[in-house]
């Protein structure tokens, strides 16, 4: 469901001031364009693999309560955002590719329930690139990583934003 | 691509003689009817989640030696048997479904390169329950995977053999 108007390419990017640089990468990393500002100006990149391991970069150095800030900005998988409709575009097509926007009563009723259990014992929703896994993969990782210790478990999920942003850049621009 | 034949009840299956039972979920554990012939004298099991848990169990306890021919007993992801037409029918559907047969030249050379690199690392095929991956989320497990620990690769191995058991026993028998 990548449209052509949502391609570009990254000899393309690396030649947008600051401004237009930040609002073409701004949702690589969920509701997080100061990523995308804070690269720009390592411009030019020579790849996606460049762009994408200077973005991680910048993610994985910030301070912790920047890296649960962008935990927190992220929806729950079939949520409350999935529900009403506020998905934003990439979440919505990536949920939607991995089936969790067409799910049965008792799967909507299982993951309602994960994702408070994961909320209550974590503070932040659980994360996990849906482009990896399948919809039973998906509900699989839920369960198993409810057992992790809340350390381990938030270096994941910010593994995870970052795959989440090497797919998204990857559908933007190729790979 | 599950056919109507393939599916029977936990009730019917409860009911047979070991080999019967033995030739009904011979193919659970990939060309290694002993783990099913083990369990038959527990009968009957209560649910899928039982049958599962003794066949896991016996698989989990069995010596070192024979943990390791279940894993050699796998085919390679898109490898010689998948070209030869020589997979179990069970792993057919299932690196058909993950898209793994239907594969780019550029992708089918990445595979080979994994599979030969993984080979001579561990000395087992790489073994995935690609049910529950897509075919990206197969490859950047491949890739992952092979920097781990011998040890720890062979325990993630046997984990995946029972996962791939618990999905093959959901599609038989609903879950």
């Known amino acids: 469901m990548t449209t052509r108007r949502d391609r570009c390419t990254l000899d393309a990017l690396n030649r947008l001031d600051e401004t237009?640089?930040?609002?073409?990468?701004?949702?690589?990393?969920?509701?997080?364009?100061?990523?995308?500002?804070?690269v720009w100006p390592e411009r030019p990149f020579a790849d996606v693999a460049a762009l994408h391991r200077s973005m991680?970069?910048?993610?994985?150095?910030?301070?912790?309560?920047?890296?649960?800030?962008?935990l927190r900005a992220h929806p729950e998988l079939a949520g409350r955002e999935a529900q009403e409709g506020t998905l934003?575009?990439?979440?919505?097509?990536?949920?939607?590719?991995?089936?969790?926007?067409?799910?049965?009563?008792?799967?909507?009723?299982?993951?309602?329930?994960?994702?408070?259990?994961?909320?209550?014992?974590?503070?932040?929703p659980f994360v996990i690139a849906v482009g990896n896994y399948t919809k039973r993969g998906v509900l699989r990782e839920f369960e198993r990583r409810l057992a992790n210790d809340p350390?381990?478990?938030?270096?994941?999920?910010?593994?995870?934003?970052?795959?989440?942003?090497?797919?998204?850049?990857?559908?933007?621009?190729?790979?």
């Not at 991680?56 to 962008?70: E, I, M």
């Open 88 to 124: 934003t575009g990439s979440s919505a097509r990536e949920q939607a590719r991995a089936g969790l926007l067409a799910l049965s009563r008792d799967e909507i009723a299982r993951i309602a329930r994960l994702n408070a259990d994961y909320r209550a014992r974590f503070g932040f």
């Open 20 to 38: 237009e640089f930040t609002r073409a990468l701004g949702d690589v990393f969920e509701h997080s364009p100061w990523v995308a500002a804070e």
């Open 151 to 175: 350390e381990t478990e938030f270096d994941i999920c910010v593994e995870q934003v970052c795959e989440i942003g090497l797919i998204r850049l990857e559908r933007m621009l190729g790979n």
């Open 56 to 70: 991680a970069g910048r993610v994985l150095s910030a301070s912790r309560s920047r890296r649960l800030a962008l």
